[in-house]
């Protein structure tokens, strides 16, 4: 049997979902390991396009229970909305599970989000205002309202309260805004947890327990390793570890049970919100990579920073999350440039680079040392084998795997369901 780990190797919006659809067909169970709503997944089947917040991309295959685990912060009125959305486009959700250890995103979280990231001035994160960050905060703080709380009316009753008079003092106090009501959110809190009280359980028993029975699985990352609260850009990250090894950790499955991680990465590169990004372009190449790729947010409609592949960041990655594979996505808006560059690695000050530096000034003085590659000029749209890719994109894809050290698995050259080149066996 097989569980794999789905880890975007970038700064987010990689293709991930794509990637668990096409996979998902294989497995049993698709889990959401880390991350909120403040992720999205955008998959297209058809006429129908798709978006996921919280909901793993996997719900579209029958018969694959879906799990949003313990690692996930779950906004309830964003879930019940997005489940919502799904049913009416025919999604069956009675697979669907979600953990009793999973943490709640509570009114006071995108209250606090909000203002802090207003307080920050020119030094904004560039957080989506989901109340993610603070959500995660409590959780470390032990001061975290978790699903299984919602359940019973007087201990969430008793949790909230305590919890409500600390974030009232600081939303009242520090940034001037009147008090947030107890008892309209507990009224309104008790009211999603009798709509979610089907779907709630202890989703880690479930795991272990297919896990055991040699049942196939797939662990689900949100957002992308650059965006590692411990690795990434900090502070301009996310609020979660987005890596390999908290797949263990956010679904309950022991590390010893995942053996295959494969990393999501596009032909070229992009992220949202602020921070260095070394092969940012500011020019008309950049606008083409932004306009050919629909480079716009799937939560946020936000347009996305465009650059060319950073083999040093991804090189970066690969090693730290121990890919066996690698997913090229998007190989297909590359199609129309003369001449397509690298970066190898990085120049700082008369020094060469191979690995980003910690240090975020450090990085964004970084300048990027580039290859350039001929580019194809001609579609790959309609590729269903590495042999009918033009001999330019197979020499750009080889040497991406030389770069990053890590064995090409799959290229994506279109966003609908089969526009996918498989090039492993990838038994899930």
Partial sequence: MSVMAIVGAQWGDEGKGKIIDELADRAAFVARYQGGGNAGHRVLHGEKEFAFHLVPAGILHDGVTCIIGNGVVVDPRGLLSEMDDLRQLGVDLTRLFISERAHVVMPYHFALDRLEEESRGSERIGTVLRGIGPAYVDKYARNGIRMA????????????????????????????????????????????????????????????????????????????????????????????????????????????????????????????????????????????????????????GRPRRCGWFDAVAGRFVAKLNGFDGM??????????????????????????????????????????????????????????????????????????????????????????????????????
């Fill in 149 to 300: 709380d919602l359940l019973d009316v007087d201990v969430f009753r008793a949790k909230l309260a305590a919890v409500l008079d600390q974030k009232n003092r600081l939303i009242t106090q520090i940034y001037g805004q009147p008090p947030l009501s107890l008892e309209e959110i507990h009224t309104e809190y008790v009211g999603y947890a009798q709509q979610l009280r089907p779907y709630i359980t202890d989703t880690t028993a479930m795991l272990q327990t297919a896990y055991e029975e040699s049942k196939p699985i797939l662990l689900e990352g949100a957002q992308g390793a650059l965006l590692d609260v411990d690795f990434g850009t900090y502070p301009f990250v996310t609020s979660s570890s987005t890596i390999a090894g908290n797949a263990s950790t956010g679904s309950g499955l022991s590390p010893r049970c995942i053996e295959h991680v494969l990393g999501v990465y596009k032909a070229y590169i992009t992220r949202v919100g602020s921070g260095p990004m070394p092969t940012e372009l500011f020019d008309a190449t950049g606008d083409q990579l932004r306009a050919d790729g629909h480079e716009f947010g799937t939560t946020t």
């Fill in 327 to 428: 997913a090229i996505m998007k190989l297909d808006v590359l199609d129309n440039f003369e001449t397509i560059r690298i970066a190898t690695s990085y120049r700082l000050g008369g020094r060469e680079l191979h690995a980003p530096p910690a240090n975020l000034n450090d990085l964004a003085a970084c300048e990027p040392v580039y290859e350039e590659w001929p580019g194809w000029m001609t579609s790959t749209a309609g590729a269903t084998t590495m042999d009918e890719l033009p001999g330019a994109a197979r020499n750009y894809l080889h040497r991406l795997e030389e770069l990053l050290d890590t064995p090409l698995t799959l290229v994506s050259v279109g966003p609908g369901r089969g526009q996918t080149i498989h090039l492993r066996d990838l038994t899930v």
